[in-house]
């Protein structure tokens, strides 16, 4: 059965990905969730910090901070580890790494191919973004929300995207990886690369990465 779900979600997500052809999904390795330094602890470590390593990270850390960050943590609701306002789930984490762009996909553990194309700097203008090795860009997607509610939806889509940030400073803490978030990012050119909709907003965005 397992084997049957891993062929169907890898043939769908070949089908979807014809804008991104050189770049293959990627099924990540099932998430680690027992382990972590206490909590105390991590809360007394977190901290933004902007000194990156370019060492790339493994696809397990990955896995592992993707789900920390707003993984599914009930299968049964599908909710996930970080709240969202009337659960709509409107925040999508885009991957910005050299090799390209691609979209994290909570329910099948996977990174769907975006971009082929190595668009970090675009992800922001401070010099350590384009050198380190994960650039993640929280981007709000406002079809999700109620319609006609402009102002509540940036609102919670900003809240939202806080609680995400946060769980990702969590989830370096207690790994010793380096991030900070950020808010300085020239925001119409990123999401004209990124080609996004009308109604997707990129809201901030995260470098995570080992220690220099
Ligand atoms: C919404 C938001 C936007 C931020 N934008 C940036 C940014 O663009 N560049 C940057 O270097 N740091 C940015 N930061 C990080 C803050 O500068 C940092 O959190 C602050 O200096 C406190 O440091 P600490 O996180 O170690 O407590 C941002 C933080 C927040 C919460």
Redesign the pocket.
């Known amino acids: 059965m397992k084997n049957v779900i891993y062929y169907l979600v890898t043939f769908l997500l070949i089908f979807t990905s014809l804008s991104a052809q050189e770049l293959k999904p990627v099924l990540l390795p099932e998430p680690q969730t027992g382990g972590g330094r206490p909590l105390m602890q991590v809360l007394k470590d977190r ?2 910090s ?1 000194d990156f390593s370019t060492k790339k990270l493994p696809e397990q850390i990955l896995s592992n901070l993707l789900w920390a960050a707003c993984g599914i943590n009930r299968p049964e609701s599908g909710k996930r580890t970080a709240p969202t306002a009337m659960n709509k789930q409107e925040i999508d984490i885009y991957v910005s790494m050299a090799e390209g762009l691609y979209l994290y996909n909570a329910k099948s553990n996977t990174l769907e191919p975006v971009l082929a194309e190595d668009i970090r700097e675009f992800t ?1 203008g ?1 010099g350590f973004v384009k050198e380190a090795p994960v650039n993640l860009v929280f981007v709000a997607d406002f079809s999700k929300m109620r319609q006609g509610a402009e102002e509540q939806n940036i609102f919670y889509s900003a809240t939202d995207t806080g609680f995400i940030s946060q769980n990702v400073y969590l989830y370096c803490a207690s790994e010793g990886l380096a991030t ?5 990012v020239d925001k119409p050119a990123l999401e004209k690369k990124m080609g996004l909709r009308a109604d997707q907003k990129v809201i ?1 965005a995260q470098t995570v990465g080992y220690p220099k």
């Open positions: 901290k933004t902007r922001g401070q900070v978030v950020r808010g300085m901030l």
